[in-house]
């Protein structure tokens, strides 16, 4: 699976920005697909995460400020980020999970977007 992500870039404090996730076809089964962050120096962390039945889990750090959205009959994910503060600032990264013919789960991971917010 291949992960294009884009929607990044640089807001102002209290601004919104959307991303998008587009999963190409492949001969995996995509189960989840979600958004997660890293700062330099830190641990990559979940951001949002949709599964195939509608599931959503998200960071209590971005709980009622961001919103995750899929399109499944284009394999595409948006992460909806309003309020954003300048600790929102990192870089994003999309994640789908795919369930090969033996069930078997595998991560993949789509190139990061950086999402600056600052003054």
């Known amino acids: 699976v291949q992960l294009q992500a884009s929607g990044g870039g640089l807001v102002q404090p209290g601004g919104s920005l959307r991303l998008t996730c587009a999963a190409s076809e492949s001969r995996f089964n995509i189960v989840a697909m979600g958004w997660y962050r890293q700062d330099p120096g830190k641990q990559r962390e979940l951001v949002a995460a949709i599964t195939d039945t509608g599931s959503i889990d998200y960071a209590d750090s971005v709980k009622g400020r961001f919103t995750i959205s899929k399109d499944s009959a284009k394999n595409t994910v948006y992460l909806q980020m309003d309020s954003l503060k300048p600790e929102d600032t990192a870089v994003y990264y999309c994640?789908?999970?795919?369930?090969?013919?033996?069930?078997?789960?595998?991560?993949?991971w789509g190139q990061g977007t950086q999402v600056t917010v600052s003054s």
């Open positions: 994640n789908a999970v795919g369930r090969d013919w033996e069930l078997a789960l595998h991560d993949f």
